[in-house]
């Protein structure tokens, strides 16, 4: 069965901290997204990658960078986080082209 | 560009009563659209209720049904008879499984969250 793992499911930072959220798939899927999930407003792309060493920019992707290490790992990154960065962050793997989405079971961020 | 628009907040339902939560897609890039519904239960991730990739086809899973209108750009979401286990957050979503410019990722609806009564 697809897997995706994320670390931490919870993290507490305060404004101007930096964090990094952590991503690991055993799907030997290609791509691989960071989406945020805020109330009224869905699930936004923020960033993905199709590959190891492949950065590509999502819908909402100010105030993060992230980086694919590997097949399996893909990590998102805030340098300087911010209060409205506060949300539930869901990674997900697919083998792409609008296909199924395997998601982690989120990390829960709070910047106060 | 693409959107999904879903029944918005919330849905209550009584045990064993029918459920529909309606959802219609837009897109202006997308020639082969492939539906889904997602459904996410408390402390736990988004995970694949149903998917349709052709118009007019119907998918099931569940208990639930979908059927993929072209006409009316629409995929309901629809249940018979609801239990109390099915109470989450229904998601619905839009993908592209031609080589159009969008098809990396899907586009998600803002989320229905239904509770199911006793």
């Known amino acids: 069965e697809a897997a995706v793992t994320q670390s931490p499911r919870n993290k507490v930072t305060v404004t101007g901290g930096n964090v990094t959220l952590s991503c690991r798939q055993t799907?030997?899927?290609?791509?691989m997204y960071w989406y945020r999930q805020d109330t009224g407003h869905g699930l936004r792309l923020i960033h993905y990658?199709?590959?190891?060493?492949n950065l590509q920019i999502g819908d909402v992707p100010d105030g993060y960078k992230a980086t694919r290490t590997t097949q399996e790992d893909f990590f998102l990154l805030l340098e300087l986080a911010s209060p409205s960065q506060t949300s539930l962050y869901f990674c997900?793997?697919?083998w792409g082209g609008g296909n199924t989405l395997y998601f982690g079971a989120g990390t829960r961020l709070s910047v106060l | 560009g693409d959107s999904v628009t879903q029944t918005e907040g919330q849905v209550t339902v009584s045990e064993s009563k029918s459920l529909i939560i309606n959802c219609t897609y837009s897109?202006?890039?997308?020639?082969?659209?492939?539906l889904f519904w997602y459904v996410r239960y408390p402390g736990e991730g988004l995970q694949l209720l149903l998917k349709v990739i052709t118009a007019g086809q119907k998918g099931s899973s569940r208990g639930f049904e979908a059927t993929y209108n072209k006409e009316t750009t629409s995929f309901h979401l629809q249940k018979a008879s609801v239990q109390e286990s099915d109470s989450a957050v229904y998601y619905c979503?839009?993908?592209?499984?031609?080589?159009?410019?969008?098809?990396?990722?899907?586009?998600f609806g803002k989320g229905t969250l239904l509770t199911v009564t006793p």
């Open positions: 997900a793997s697919s």
């Open positions: 897109t202006t890039s997308i020639a082969y659209p492939n």
């Open positions: 799907n030997s899927h290609n791509y």
């Open positions: 979503a839009l993908g592209d499984r031609g080589s159009g410019g969008s098809n990396y990722k899907l586009t």
């Open positions: 990658s199709y590959g190891a060493g």
